[in-house]
């Protein structure tokens, strides 16, 4: 993306000083080198940049570019004289993502396919449901007494066993305590 923005900015750089040589403006800018006004601009390239006005505020911003306003509309803005103060410009630097996978339980990569508390089998990203840093596919996370598929949000745990909610009340209930009979 960067890249092609500083391409737009030297085709806008060539566009204007090309346009400039034969319909040139008068300008009050310091340090201009040339200037054109918008609607010619934008009617000799309408068919090769179609994102001119675009183009234009990143150069206005890279300070390569002077215009009166913001945004450039066709027809309204057709006599905003741009005056071009840069002709070359340096390549962009590029950024990369500072977004890292970080480990998930057991220390393995977030991204990698990991196994499943309960099946003992790989789970991949689009199955993984990580509760307390244990992975679980979403159909394996189930409570204990019932074998009801739980939902995050939906459960409870008591020493690394899960629980349906009614499940979890009726022990509870029953004894006054927490006194659970655990299905293997």
């Not at 183009?55 to 945004?71: D, F, I, P, S, W």
């Not at 977004?99 to 339980?105: F, T």
């Not at 159909?139 to 066993?161: E, H, P, Q, W």
Request: net charge positive.
């Amino acid at each position: 993306g960067v890249k092609h923005v500083d391409e737009e900015i030297r085709k806008l750089i060539d566009e204007i000083q090309r346009l400039a040589s034969s319909r040139p403006q008068s300008t009050s800018v310091p340090n201009a080198i040339c200037a054109v006004s918008f609607g010619d601009l934008f009617n000799t390239t309408v068919a090769r940049m179609s994102e001119l006005s675009a183009t234009l505020q990143a150069a206005k911003k890279r300070k390569v570019v002077v215009y009166e306003g913001v945004m450039l509309a066709q027809g309204y803005d057709d006599n905003v004289v741009i005056t071009l103060v840069l002709d070359k410009i340096k390549d962009s630097d590029v950024y990369k993502s500072k977004i890292i996978a970080r480990p998930a339980a057991g220390g393995q990569n977030a991204l990698a396919p990991a196994m499943c508390e309960r099946c003992k089998k790989t789970v991949f990203q689009t199955e993984k449901l990580v509760v307390n840093n244990l992975v679980f596919h979403k159909t394996c996370f189930k409570c204990n007494t019932c074998s009801k598929t739980l939902k995050l949000g939906d459960y409870a745990s008591v020493d690394g066993l899960y629980f349906c909610k009614t499940c979890f009340m009726t022990a509870f209930n029953r004894s006054g305590a927490l006194n659970f009979s655990v299905k293997t």
